[in-house]
């Protein structure tokens, strides 16, 4: 069973690809890893922001009116 690999959803095969080829899919794989794990890292950092602007805003609504809302919502 030969191997191959995809380029804007049509399938090629590696069989005939000089060694020069087999690099370029070899850095084509890692770039994609590479682009998978940004990925992850910005929905992370995405999801830290959106709880610091969230703890931000109880602080703002404790400062103003002096209740603590964390307190309030809390389920301790």
């Avoid at 990925?39 to 805003?57: E, G, V």
Wanted: no cysteine; hydrophobic share 40%; glycine share 10%.
């Amino acid at each position: 069973m030969s191997q191959g690999f995809q380029i804007d959803g049509v399938e090629y095969s590696v069989e005939g690809l000089s060694k020069e080829g087999m690099e370029l899919i070899e850095r084509l794989k890692f770039t994609g890893h590479v682009l998978d794990e940004l990925s992850n890292q910005r929905a992370l950092l995405t999801k830290a922001k959106n709880a610091y602007i969230s703890d931000l805003k109880l602080e703002i609504v404790q400062g103003r009116t002096g209740v603590d809302l964390g307190a309030l919502l809390s389920n301790d």
